[in-house]
């Protein structure tokens, strides 16, 4: 008899686990997904900006890593990755916006680093020292990244360059984020006995291309978005996705497992051998509470953070003052609503295809949800003025698309590494977990905890199989 799996969650981890398993279990499993909201996709989304497609979720995926092109290789749609231009970010600190420096480990400066322009002279100077200091660090430990920063480099160097690089990337400050699960490698050059920060960061940092070659685009994208990987993925998994359901709990059977799916008052049961959770780290801690409970008190200590993007069109002529750069992040101390704004006509050449450039910006950090709590009207006017102030705009856009992310995005605070060594060990067999609380909040990463999840999955329900 073929296996049934339900896959709770129908963002980028759900449909990619869908697709994995598969390949894994054949044509004739019955694969459901399960997606609360209306649309698949999580927290991933295109929209029709002025007639393009434009996403307000992830922009971008890491290329260097395999996944994704795998992926696309296998869907059929490697010719719609493309690669960014050649237009470098910047960084607004100190009241003025120069560029991002270059020689730094995710914001922890390496020996080559040049931090002149960024920081003052004591700031830099504090930068300078710091090989210099004892260090004591005890092997193992994870620490706030922050905490570290500010220590050993001082106050700028955290909220100039770290905390917009990371906050960008997880919506939250530096100072709430703990180092292994943000900089792995770097908490393992420190481990190995490095005598300073900076020399870690020296040993973690990735070798030059060999043979002084230049090393391919480190972000990739899709020419029409991420609805291409999104439909990809639900088709050729051939799995029946149910949308605007809701699964109010998980049962343990004897044989299996029972999904109870929409309110009480009208519930109904779905039967199958095996379970994929790719939901968000609160929403997993509640299903897995009753089924495992050690593995739900550790995603119920996985906090997340709210943003917003605020999507902008605008005539060329309107903008003509904005730099040739790929974007710009805001400093922690600058007294500016949003965190970061990309250039995206300028970082991506096919979105300017009418030519009018698009813009977008990021609001929102773990902790500031009530910065959030204002109308869209409201949102879009403090954008154009953190635009005016960076850049001069004045101008209104002819279009504007805002998207709220409520709990979009996962913390790794200190400890987060153990919290998931939790969630997976204590897992019965038939049941799995995936998703951006686990090992990385990056597209890549999201697929990666899929299809381990999935393969995980497959080999349960067929270890019964090879035994006979």
Partial sequence: MSPAVAIVGGGVSGLAAAHRLRALLGPAAAITVLEQRDRIGGVLRTVDLAG????VGAEAFLARRPEIPALLAELGLADRQVAPTSAAPSVRAGGRTGPLPAGTLRGVPTSGARLDGLLSGAGAAAVAAEPDRALRWEPGADVSLGGLLRERFGDELA????????????????DALGLRATVPELAAALDAGAPSVTAAADAAAPPPAPGGKRPGPVFGALRGGYRELLDGLATASGAIVRRSTTVRAVERLATGWRL???????????????????????????????VA??????????????SVVVALAYRPEDVAALPPTSGVLIAADEP???????????????????????LRASLGRFGEASCLQVDDAELVARVRADLTALAGITAVPVAVHV??????????????????????????PGLAVAGSALHGVGVPACVGTAQAAAERLAAHLLAPLDAH
């Fill in 293 to 306: 409970p050690a593995a739900a008190r550790g995603a119920g200590e996985i906090e997340l953070a709210s």
């Fill in 52 to 55: 393009v497609p434009y996403d």
């Fill in 403 to 428: 998207q709220r992310w409520g709990g979009g995005l996962p913390q790794y605070a200190v400890g987060h590494l153990d919290r998931v060594r939790t969630i997976a060990g204590e897992l019965p």
């Fill in 260 to 290: 109870v799916l929409r309110p009480t008052t009208a519930s109904e049961a779905l039967d199958v051998d095996a379970v994929l959770l790719a939901v968000p780290a609160p929403a997993a801690a509640r299903l897995l509470a009753p």
């Fill in 159 to 174: 909220d100039r360059l770290a905390d917009p690089l990371l906050g960008g990337v997880y919506a939250g400050r530096v």
């Fill in 336 to 358: 500016l609503r949003v965190k970061a704004v990309t250039h995206s006509s300028t970082k991506w050449d096919h979105l300017s295809p009418d030519w009018l450039v698009r």
